[in-house]
């Protein structure tokens, strides 16, 4: 069975086609960019086959998801035959709000609560519709299934999801904290598991992920019991270019000073904030790491200040867990940035950790015990592959519906 993985954003659509038989493999990906501009961006990636990229116009999400579906098919960078070898497609879909906890198969019901959940994810959802509704015009006949960001928290309790404000916004206005990169937390906990032969029933694990966005999540016997992220995901640890925990009184001042309106506000947390506002450099932790050495001392402070804000959180998710057995770091920092690693993961030996900083050192892109063996809790390095989870998540609901 081939299965077409879509993240579709207001001018983008990511894509993967996986083969699930052959282990799975990738048999390609790509992304279509700057969709409803003058010029736009087409780059695919076929396996075992040159890339293939254009430049042209992609007026609309259908100009767009035309053009893949022709690239899968094409004679030359193609990887199928014809569409008939297309059998479902997984949609990432970044908000599922308090109705989905866990993925689906989309009908016109589950399309109309994605619909709702625009209202709080309007950057996100209404893009993911159009790539759903896109896909149900252009290949009417397959199943189509939803996995969401933010299904995975749905098992927070209410003391960890509620904010510290009248209740009466939770029950009109959905306000709470949800929770993003779902589908990432849960892959590399259950994977770490299975790698350490361990009952995830049993287990208490803190998962970092750590990219361009950053969320840390307390897991207990398989489930997310607090995650860093919020009602949107500028909450938590400061990332890339977002504030993550702000004082609201902060914002309202900023927002004051200079005369913000709400859309300039967003703009300002989301994009103007961060590591990349700290260091005035970049929000890439690779030219952080670059400035930091040659001197640049906002640098080496955003860096110093990115790494205490994911202590911070693993400390107090230790504390809500009563405990922990397993420290995760994954994403493209958690992945691959030795020294931040080591830095979060350094005098933890209260909470049981013995870091092993030699074998951390050269651990890259790859699935790694990061600890001593003599260390009481285990630290891993775990990649995270969210793009398979929904593969897997599609195939599952599509043989069991
Ligand atoms: P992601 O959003 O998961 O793709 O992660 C992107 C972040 O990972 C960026 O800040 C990159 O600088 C960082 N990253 C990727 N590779 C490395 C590396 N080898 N060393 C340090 N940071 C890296």
């Known amino acids: 069975m081939n299965i077409l993985v879509l993240n579709c ?6 894509y993967q086609l996986l083969n699930m038989q052959a282990g799975p493999v990738v048999l390609a990906k790509g992304i279509v960019e700057k969709i409803g501009l003058a010029k736009g961006a087409f780059t695919h990636k076929p396996e075992g086959k040159e890339k293939y990229e254009a430049t042209l116009p992609i007026p609309d999400h259908m100009a767009g998801m035309d053009l893949v579906l022709q690239a899968l098919t094409d004679k030359q960078h193609g990887v199928i035959n014809s569409l008939e070898e ?12 308090e109705y989905f906890s866990q993925s689906v198969l989309i009908t016109p019901e589950v399309k109309e609560k994605i619909a709702a959940c625009s209202e709080i994810a309007p ?17 009417p006949t397959i199943p189509q299934v939803a996995v969401f960001d933010t299904s995975f928290h749905q098992t927070l309790p209410a003391e960890a999801y509620l904010y510290g404000i009248d209740y009466e916004y939770y029950k009109k206005y959905s306000i709470r904290k949800f929770g993003f990169h779902g589908t990432s937390h849960k892959f590399v906990a ?16 803190i998962t970092c992920h750590l990219g361009n966005g950053s ?17 949107t995901p500028v909450a938590g640890v400061v990332m890339g270019t977002r504030c993550g925990d702000l004082d609201v009184g902060a914002l309202l001042y900023i927002c004051e000073k200079r005369g913000l309106s709400t859309a300039e506000a967003v703009a300002f947390a989301n994009k103007e904030s961060g590591v990349m506002g700290i260091s005035g450099v970049s929000s890439d932790f690779r030219e952080l790491h670059a400035a930091a050495e040659s ?8 860096l110093e200040v990115f790494c ?4 911070k959180y693993v400390g107090s998710y230790a504390a809500v867990l009563n405990g922990v057995d397993l420290l995760i770091f994954t994403g493209g920092i958690g992945e691959n940035d030795h020294v931040v690693r080591s830095i979060v993961s350094s005098n933890l030996e209260f909470l049981g950790f013995r870091f092993n900083d ?8 790859k699935d790694q015990i990061l600890s001593t063996p003599d260390s009481k809790a285990v630290i891993m390095s775990i990649t995270t592959d969210e793009e398979l989870v929904i593969a897997l998540d599609t195939l599952h609901i599509v043989q069991t519906k």
């Open 190 to 205: 259950e994977k770490a598991c299975k790698l350490l032969e361990w009952k995830i029933e049993e287990k208490k694990i």
């Open 308 to 311: 205490y804000n994911v202590k």
């Open 215 to 231: 969320s840390i999540t307390a897991i207990n016997k398989g489930k997310s019991v607090d995650t860093s992220m919020g009602f």
């Open 123 to 139: 950057l996100h959802n209404p893009a993911h519709l159009k790539g759903i509704d896109t896909m149900e015009r252009l290949l």
């Open 358 to 365: 030699e074998i951390n050192k050269v651990t890259r892109g």
């Open 86 to 97: 297309i059998n479902a497609a997984g949609h990432r879909i970044a908000h599922g709000g």
């Open 295 to 302: 001197g640049n001392e906002r640098a080496k402070l955003a």
């Open 9 to 14: 954003g207001s001018s983008s659509i990511k």
